[in-house]
Structures are given as C-alpha cells and as structure tokens.
C-alpha cells in the first residue's frame, strides 16, 4: 500500500481502532525505528517539540518513567 494511502487509512480509524494499532504494532515499530540512529537524528527536534506541547502531568510522568528506566 503507498504511504499517502496508508496515511488517509490510518486517519480513518476511530480512536479505539488506533489505541489498539499502538498496542500491537507500535512497539515493534518503534523498536525498529529507534535502531536507526540518522532516523533518530532527525526526529529528535520533533519529539522535543511534541513534549514541549503535552500537558504539565503528562511531561511529569513521562520524566518519572524516564528516570526509573535510569536505575
């Protein structure tokens, strides 16, 4: 399926449809994504921006997790 495609399917989904997408396919995707450090390079400033936008609770849980996984 070309990527345009897939994009228009995937907005499609309900929200339900695209929690479950996450939970099955998300995390092996991610891991293969997360092996390609030019990959990495490049997304690094939108995930700072992506964080800069979450609300105040969700940036703190997501530093807590971060610093557990440090232990």
Known sequence: ???ER???E???L???EKQRFME?????LCKEMMSDPT???RMAPRCMEMM???????RRRMREWMQRSKK
């Open 39 to 41: 990959f990495m390079d």
């Open 52 to 58: 800069d936008q979450m609300p105040e609770p969700m």
């Open 14 to 16: 309900t929200h339900e």
């Open 24 to 28: 099955e396919a998300g995390m092996n």
């Open 10 to 12: 995937f907005g499609r």
């Open 1 to 3: 399926m070309e990527f």
């Open 6 to 8: 897939l994009k228009e």
